[in-house]
């Protein structure tokens, strides 16, 4: 499995973004899809995920109302819109997928695959 992140760029505090994650590769049904970001100097953290077969999302509590998870099983796309942007979420975003239950879908370490980054910045 591969994937491709896309979509980082700057935006002014109260801005969106929208990012997308194309998966090419043997994608099964049970694998989630999820973005987790880095600020420099800061540990990657978890920012969202979405079973692949879902349509509910999991959110970190500090993008929760304001970023949305969805995923698009036939064109094998997940995004992320992100509203509200404020410079605190500034960092690389990553999209990773893996075989993963509900249970541990907030952790980096259980999945298997990885996208490059996209740098997102926010100008307050």
């Known amino acids: 499995v591969q994937l491709q992140a896309s979509g980082g760029g700057l935006v002014q505090a109260g801005g969106s973004l929208r990012l997308s994650c194309a998966a090419s590769?043997?994608?099964?049904?049970?694998?989630?899809m999820g973005w987790f970001r880095q600020a420099p100097g800061k540990e990657r953290e978890f920012v969202a995920a979405?079973?692949?077969?879902?349509?509910?999302?999991y959110y970190a509590y500090s993008v929760k109302g304001r970023f949305t998870i969805a995923g698009d099983g036939a064109k094998n796309t997940a995004y992320l819109q992100m509203n509200s942007l404020k410079p605190e979420d500034a960092a690389v975003y990553s999209c990773a997928a893996g075989s993963i239950g509900l249970a541990t879908i907030r952790f980096a370490s259980e999945y298997d695959y990885w996208g490059q980054g996209t740098q997102v910045t926010v100008s307050s």
């Open positions: 979405v079973k692949w077969r879902g349509t509910s999302g």
């Open positions: 590769g043997r994608i099964s049904s049970s694998y989630a």
